[in-house]
Nanobody, 119 residues
């Protein structure tokens, strides 16, 4: 089992910045990748950015060049630095982790943190 606790959401004006943090605890040795998803009202949850154990990253086209995902393996914390925020970035942001036991992948979610960007 892995527990994920997010922090850092809030209200910011367009063009501003926020940094989200997600601390993992529990069976962190089994984590293979971590990432951030977001869900806006009336829309499906979608990948924002992900980072693998080796440091490889993947970004949604809509945030490429504005958001940066990073990971501190010593503290099992993943960060999402969000710059040049736009009103369309408004959503609940969820931390995600995948763990692997044998050939089986498990999926864990944080409780979510609200990000609101005003125009």
């Amino acid at each position: 089992q892995v527990q994920l606790v997010e922090s850092g959401g809030g209200l910011v004006q367009a063009g501003g910045s926020l940094r989200l943090s997600c601390a993992a605890s529990g069976s962190t040795f089994s984590i293979v990748d971590m990432g951030w998803y977001r869900q806006a009202p009336g829309k499906q949850r979608a990948l924002v950015a992900a980072i693998g154990n080796g440091g490889s990253t993947n970004y949604a086209d809509s945030v490429q060049g504005r958001f940066t995902i990073s990971r501190d393996n010593a503290t099992n914390t993943v960060y999402l630095q969000m710059n040049s925020l736009k009103p369309e970035d408004t959503a609940v942001y969820y931390c995600n982790a995948h763990t692997k036991r044998g050939m089986i992948l498990f999926n864990y979610w944080g409780q979510g943190t609200q990000v609101t960007v005003s125009s």
